[in-house]
């Protein structure tokens, strides 16, 4: 079954999908199991093998390692570095390890792009500039990158392209040792409906609303896009200069409930969660996580948790972050403590992770490896059926990418900061979207009343979006769209 087939199946809101390439920025690397790849002769450093294709809008690499790589970091060396011959003449452009001739150059773990130009000069752009997207944002030892063909001067040229992917690190390097076709097949179009799939009875979604609540442009933004996505239960980031009366209000204005208003609870410092029904529990104690438990339409309740982890560098923050979550969790599934949860109450835990570098604490949170267990105790598993948490993949309704942050100005490509977390041993995920505006065609912005800018209008974090249900039958899991981490 091809890619396309494969997501029209998995996605029951996927109305378009013509692929041929059928490659997703996506962390789900089993696209790649059709293209061949190739063995690095040379074991010195990390690089392992690299598969490469093409479509008519982008070429994709599918870089594997030996060891955990944080790819546009270099916290463990690497110094990747993508070449590209985009003329098949070795005798014009930069000059990569023991490959000649590169008109672009894609330096990953410095996050900067060289590309010759006439004359023997050479610019210098971000990876936003050149529409660089890379998958997964923090580290692991297996990453797919996509590269832009329009933007970087190249979508219509029938000439054979050549390649070399290299290690500075170790110098190691793998070249092909052909050129290239470049396929000129359309790639994955996607247009996933906003509306809720059959059987939904709860959608959550989670947003860092990036301080812009007050800010009237971006209210504007930010109704349009709530009118469209209609969740039930609303977790926020970055709403710390906000009261919850004041977001309360706004709520009723953007999606005024047929009876009653909405229920709104504040944490100590900038986490919100909204809910259309009461929030009869909350716990802002639990750091830079707030759980709290609604009394749901399905006829029970759930826990929902907004997070905002710590940013940036500061990666063992995090961890001791997602251990103290953990921790809490643990209680609230065990007799005694803080919190008793009655048997098999779901819970969703989601937000701004902020998931950069080693990447350690998001095995912490599916899994309930705890790293310090002498400060918050045993591992355990944070499902109630014995296993462990869901990642739900979050693809974009209207392109093949997760990226859930973008800032074109930053030094940083864009990734995959914003998650959903759910507990599948009773839930069943009905459909799950990030909403990014700007890849959306005139007709579907005009079907759903948006804009294209509202994304970044309204934020530099897309609103990411779960349709769940329950199910109760012990030991059964339904087929879905998830990621996991074993």
């Not at 870089?63 to 110094?79: K, M, N, Q, V």
């Not at 396929?183 to 059987?199: F, H, N």
């Not at 609870?265 to 759980?291: C, G, H, N």
């Not at 839930?427 to 994304?455: C, H, I, K, W």
Request: net charge negative.
């Amino acid at each position: 079954m091809g890619r396309c087939a494969a997501l029209f199946l998995l996605l029951s809101t996927c109305t378009m999908a013509t692929a041929q390439s059928g490659i997703a920025i996506d962390q789900d690397f089993a696209d790649w199991s059709e293209v061949p790849s190739i063995a690095v002769s040379d074991t010195v450093g990390p690089l392992v093998a690299v598969g490469f294709t093409s479509d008519a809008e982008r070429i994709y690499f599918h870089l594997e390692y030996d060891r955990t790589i944080a790819l546009d970091e270099g916290i463990i060396p690497h110094g990747t570095k993508l070449a590209l011959d985009l003329d098949n003449n070795p005798s014009t452009g930069q000059i990569v390890g023991s490959f000649q001739g590169a008109e672009l150059v894609v330096h990953l773990k410095d996050r900067y792009v060289n590309q010759s130009q006439s004359g023997g000069n050479v610019a210098q752009s971000s990876l936003n500039d050149a529409f660089v997207r890379m998958a997964p944002t923090y580290g692991a030892a297996e990453h797919e990158v996509s590269i832009d063909r329009q933007v970087n001067g190249f979508a219509s040229t029938q000439t054979p392209l050549r390649w070399s992917v290299q290690c500075s690190s170790s110098g190691q390097q793998v070249t092909a040792s052909d050129a290239v076709e470049l396929s000129q097949d359309m790639a994955i179009q996607l247009a996933t409906p906003l509306s809720r799939p059959e059987g939904t009875e709860v959608r959550v979604a989670f947003w860092n609303m990036n301080r812009r609540m007050d800010e009237a442009s971006a209210q504007g933004a930010f109704s349009r896009i709530l009118q469209a996505v209609q969740p039930d239960v609303l977790a926020m980031s970055e709403v710390e200069d906000f009261s919850a009366d004041m977001v309360q209000d706004l709520l009723n204005e953007w999606m005024p409930l047929e009876a009653g208003t909405w229920h709104v609870a504040k944490d100590d410092w900038d986490l919100m969660v909204a809910s259309r029904w009461p929030i009869t529990e909350t716990f802002p104690d639990v750091y830079r996580q707030y759980p709290v438990l609604i009394e749901t339409g399905w006829g029970g309740a759930m826990m929902v948790t907004a997070s905002h982890l710590k940013c940036c560098n500061g990666a063992e923050q995090r961890q001791t972050e997602a251990d103290e979550y953990m921790a809490f969790l643990r209680d609230a599934m065990s007799p005694g403590g803080a919190l008793d949860l009655e048997d098999r109450t779901p819970v969703v835990y989601g937000g701004d992770l902020n998931m950069v570098g080693p990447g350690q604490a998001m095995r912490t949170l599916l899994t309930g490896d705890i790293h310090d267990e002498s400060a918050h105790g045993a591992d355990f598993a944070p499902d109630w059926d014995g296993t462990a948490l869901a990642e739900l993949t979050g693809m974009q309704t209207d392109q093949a990418m997760t990226y859930t942050w973008r800032n074109d100005n930053s030094q940083w490509p864009v990734g995959k900061l914003d998650y959903i977390l759910v507990q599948d041993g009773v839930m069943e995920v009905r459909g799950n979207f990030a909403l990014e505006t700007a890849s959306m065609t005139p007709d579907r912005l005009a079907q759903y009343g948006l804009q294209a800018g509202d994304d970044m209008q309204a934020s530099d974090h897309y609103i990411v979006v779960a349709d769940l249900s329950r199910h109760d039958r012990p030991g059964t899991k339904p087929v879905k769209q998830l990621k996991r981490i074993d």
